[in-house]
């Protein structure tokens, strides 16, 4: 899959479906000569770097001589893997370090490289893994300083996906500072591509939002600590025009769970500049003599047939290369939350009541949500105490009755947080982020825990582990509900302060990891105010992510859609709620296709609801993992291209799809003709829309005949196709 060719010093990285090659210029700066469809020759590509641009020269101060670069490099312009920084490109390097002279200028070239196989494992982070890979690790070293940087890429034999990171090492005999640290560069040369990233706030997580790229510097990035709901890493290019099916498009995601920053560049000469990776805002890393620093790996997903390519490349991605989830292939039980039905307010019988009833609609796993620990009685108290609050709960009593059930038990946990009134904070005041200001930024009447410190980190995991020990969990949902605000920590001195951004994420993965590792029986699933974290690094650990708190089809079909173009669905923690916008059966056909759950009181549930929402739990047994978590997820119309959303999955045999239709407003009767996808067109398939039977080549030439009758608002067909 990767090879040197020495005459021509070109890598040649490639799948027999997509391309990369770099070529080592006699500077020794790694050019970016092609990235795209398998091509069965690559030795004329280098001829791509006659694109644009006038060759550079530079003025050698020891000759007094004004030289241009032997094999014509133009510096300011020419596509690169890691462009030098304070020389004449210009256009934002991937790496910048400062040392003790206080000079900015990075330079690294070419030394030598090393081809392995499968995937590097990073100690401190989440990483792809496989043994379907091929590494390719390019040494490169400063100009003049015994600085040395690592660029690895490693390519997937059975999918197109390049994971690229950087990292560099302090060689020489006086600390200094990384002031940026990006996981990757791409230059393409060409700009014409519209840009399509997923932002958006608490309950609206994910907006689909589709720019030109545009000239000058375009940046996609969070400062918030966390991946956040604000904007999501996963970002794609597409070709202008390109479509579900059709013209080139290439997604990008970070292994990351914190700041980030993607950022496009377009010049004067037309080529498009990205880098990737933890946002620079505040970043700077103390490197000291023989330190190293780490990026997170970059994952970029390569698709010559538009959208659902790339979105299904990150699926399989996802689910075979990033998750270590141990038990990730088994069923996942029907999940049902104790939040919206209560809140804070329970005791144990009636959470004992909610177990009866929860089981009536086919639960398989309670999760007795936040409130059951510390003077937890309101969001005000009790963060950081995690121990049983037994006035309230006898917790032995419920885990004991869901077991005796056959059912799965689940508790919530906030680790990263603490409320000043707490005896955490009375205790340690220190714990918290900032440096002891007499004011600092609550958020939901929380502060966040230095995770910064391995203290705190170590005092929250024997908090946690006592109770693991004493109770009997099968599933933990780790919440987050506030973002970084006085990024300091009592722990560092000032000249490590540009760390913190980074190093909270450093103890949110040491600490998951370490439960993780200890407890591998338990499922782990990730939230954040809904899906305000939800990215591979928490899908490195956690199966599954609350998506959003929002579960009305009023918002969730978009947040939904648009999620599961970069996340597969088995990762999408997906509830029935009781909001009222919707009937029940329209809210449970859409959670189907996520992980099935609820959020309600079941306690008040009619005996139709009850009927309903047991079927839909029953269709979830039945399909999840062949048709949903196993198949293959086509995007057949996006909520925010019209009146209606349409997903389809079809199972890997094509023995099975099911095919999800949800309209918003109403609608009077018109054609409406669902052409489905992915199907063999050979086999016959009974359709339970109108009972017929038909070839597969006939539902993918005319379609499933949605036409005639009105349509009322958010009204729905949930369809399955099965091979007769
Ligand atoms: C967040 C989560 C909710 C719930 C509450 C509990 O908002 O998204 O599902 O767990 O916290 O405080």
């Keep these: 899959m990767i090879t040197y060719h020495k005459d021509a010093r070109m890598f040649v990285l490639e799948n027999g479906s997509m391309g990369y090659a770099i070529y080592v210029n006699d500077a020794g700066y790694l050019e970016t000569v092609y990235f795209g469809r398998h091509m069965e020759d690559y030795t004329d590509v280098s001829c791509m770097r006659d694109a644009g641009g006038y060759a550079t020269a530079r003025y050698l101060v020891k000759s007094g001589a004004d030289v241009g670069y032997a094999d014509g490099f133009k510096a300011d312009c020419a596509p690169l893997e890691c462009s030098p920084h304070a020389l004449s490109d210009k256009r934002g390097a991937p790496l910048i370090v400062r040392d003790g002279s206080g000079s900015y200028v990075t330079d690294f070239r070419y030394d030598s490289y090393t081809i392995e ?16 890979a091929e590494t390719l690790d390019i040494l490169l070293k400063d100009r003049t300083r015994e600085l040395w940087a690592h660029l690895v890429l490693t390519i997937f034999a059975d999918k197109d996906v390049l994971v690229k990171s950087f990292s560099v090492e302090n060689g020489t005999d006086e600390a200094v500072r990384l002031t940026r640290a990006m996981s990757m560069q791409l230059d393409l040369p060409r700009a014409d591509y519209d840009l399509v990233h997923f932002r958006g706030r608490w309950g609206k997580e994910r907006d689909y939002t589709e720019n030109i790229v545009v000239d000058g510097v375009q940046e996609v990035s969070s400062n918030l600590g966390r991946s956040s709901a604000e904007e999501n890493p996963f970002v794609y ?5 390109a479509t579900m099916e059709h013209g080139e498009v290439i997604g990008f995601n970070l292994i990351y769970s914190g700041n980030f920053k993607f950022r496009t560049f377009v010049g004067p000469f037309r080529g498009l500049h990205i880098t990737y990776g933890i ?4 970043f700077e890393w103390l490197l000291e ?30 689910r075979e290369n990033l998750m270590t989830y141990a038990k990730n292939e088994d069923y996942k039980p029907v999940l049902f939350n104790s939040w919206e039905g209560c809140y804070f307010n329970f005791d144990t019988d009636l959470i004992l009541s909610y177990l009866e009833d929860a089981c009536e609609i086919g639960a398989e ?8 620990f510390g003077a937890r009685d309101n969001d005000a108290a009790g963060l950081g105490d995690w121990q049983v609050n037994g006035k309230k709960i006898d917790l032995k009593r419920v885990i004991d009755a869901c077991h005796a059930k056959g059912v799965r038990f689940g508790i919530w946990f906030e680790p990263e947080m603490v409320n000043p009134d707490s005896d955490l904070f009375r205790a340690h005041p220190e714990y918290v982020l900032g440096w002891g200001e007499d004011e600092l930024s609550l958020m939901r009447h929380q502060l966040h825990l230095d995770f910064a410190n391995p203290a705190v980190v170590e005092a929250i ?17 780790w919440d987050y509900n506030r973002t970084v605000a006085e990024h300091v920590s009592r722990a560092y001195p000032p000249e490590r302060q540009g760390e913190i951004y980074h190093r909270l994420v450093l103890g949110y993965y040491s600490l998951l990891g370490r439960l993780t590792r200890e407890y591998p029986d338990i499922m782990f699933e990730g939230c954040s105010s809904g899906g305000g974290r939800f990215d591979m690094g928490t899908l490195y650990y956690c199966p599954q ?3 959003s708190d929002e579960s009305d089809p009023a918002q969730r079909m978009d947040i939904q859609f648009n999620t599961s173009l970069g996340y597969p669905l088995s990762a999408i923690g997906s509830h029935v709620n009781d909001s009222k916008v919707a009937p029940y059966a329209a809210k449970a056909a859409l959670a189907l296709f996520g992980t099935y759950g609820y959020e309600m009181n079941p306690n008040v549930l009619t005996e139709t609801e009850i009927s309903d929402l047991a079927a839909h739990a029953e269709l979830y047994r039945k399909y999840h993992r062949d048709i949903i978590e196993g198949g293959t997820l086509y995007h057949l119309r996006a909520p925010h291209e019209g009146n209606y959303m349409c997903m389809q999955c079809v199972s890997q045999d094509k023995s099975a799809s099911l095919v999800l239709f949800m309209n918003k407003l109403k609608e009077l009767e018109q054609f409406r003709f669902l052409k489905l996808r992915g199907l063999d067109a050979g086999k016959r398939y009974h359709n339970t829309l109108d009972g017929c039977v038909h070839t597969g080549e006939y539902y993918m030439r005319v379609g499933l005949n949605l036409s005639g009758g009105w349509l009322t608002e958010f009204s729905h067909k949930l369809i399955l196709l099965t091979e007769e």
Excluded at 279 to 282: A, G, Q
Excluded at 293 to 309: L, N
Excluded at 365 to 372: A, E, Q, S
């Design 237 to 241: 290019l597409k070709e202008r025009h």
């Design 545 to 547: 992510i609350w998506c």
């Design 117 to 132: 196989e499968g995937a590097p494992d990073l100690e401190e982070l989440p990483h792809a893994h496989g043994e379907n």
């Design 279 to 282: 946002n620079d805002e505040d």
């Design 365 to 372: 796993l309670f999760v007795l949500d936040d409130g059951w």
């Design 461 to 477: 995991y024997a908090q946690m582990s006592d109770f693991l020990q004493e109770y009997s969990v099968d599933y933990i949902k």
């Design 289 to 318: 003599p023989g330190d190293d620093f780490q990026t997170p790996q970059a994952v970029i997903a390569y698709s010559a047939e538009g959208v659902d390519k790339m979105s299904q490349t990150f699926h399989r991605f996802i």
